[in-house]
């Protein structure tokens, strides 16, 4: 897998900022040696969906011409499928967007949405069924009960992240020593599997981060600003920090 750097908008921007984001990101040339992923707020997925569509790409290497590959993500979705649940969108909508991650058990929605492994599973079906990647979040607490709600069939397929709860929102990742045997507990259930970190992500620390063998960051304060998210990419291309 390509080291995924995913920017997690959560709650932020409006339209017109977004578009912004999306004009100075996509107008930076970065090395094919990263994955760039956006995960806005579900009302502003169509619109980078059109904007990312619209790209023309090259006859030769299938690449756009004029900005880099980005993937889209989606921060959350229903635990339940198409029918009559008010307020929800189930993952067969996101399948029309051109999603190919979405984030799911993030810490901020088990603690203000409540919502339990059981409910991360469900989620994690339905991503599954219409062929969504699913970015499951675990804080040290999740992990044990995460795994047993997850048969074999779905942790196969799925990417994990380590989110300690604590270090959301700061300027400091946790230290390395921690985050390094946190994934492998994750590891010991998921062998094969990459884990990604989320935690204070920025352009100081996620050199340091590239040194423990992650499978990718998630990065929400940094990547609001979308010139420090783009120095954050190019601090781990070149492993300054």
């Not at 992990?143 to 929102?169: H, K, M, N, V, W």
Request: hydrophobic share 40%; proline share 6%.
């Amino acid at each position: 897998m390509t080291f995924l750097i995913l920017a997690n908008f959560k709650s932020h921007k409006l339209a017109s900022e977004a578009k912004k984001w999306l004009e100075i990101v996509s107008a930076h040339p970065f090395l094919s040696e990263v994955e760039v992923s956006v995960a806005p707020s579900h009302i502003h997925l169509e619109l980078f969906s059109d904007k990312l569509a619209h790209r023309q790409p090259d006859v030769q290497t299938r690449r756009s011409t004029d900005s880099p590959d980005i993937s889209l993500a989606a921060q959350d979705v229903s635990p339940f499928p198409v029918g009559s649940y008010t307020g929800a969108v189930n993952a067969s909508q996101l399948v029309d967007l051109d999603i190919k991650y979405c984030l799911v058990g993030h810490s901020e929605r088990r603690r203000y949405f409540h919502e339990t492994p059981s409910d991360v599973a469900a989620k994690v079906r339905q991503l599954l069924d219409v062929g969504i990647t699913p970015i499951i979040c675990l804080s040290t607490e999740d992990i044990t009960p995460q795994f047993a709600a997850l048969d074999d069939s779905l942790r196969a397929r799925c990417l994990f992240c380590y989110e300690p709860p604590g270090d959301i929102g700061g300027t400091e990742s946790a230290a390395p020593e921690d985050i390094k045997k946190v994934t492998d507990r994750i590891h010991s259930y998921a062998p094969t599997h990459p884990v990604m970190y989320g935690g204070s992500v920025n352009e100081q620390n996620v050199a340091a981060l590239r040194l423990l063998g992650l499978g990718g960051v998630l990065v929400a304060t940094a990547c609001l600003d979308p010139k420090q998210f783009i120095a954050t990419i190019e601090a781990y291309i070149h492993g300054k920090g």
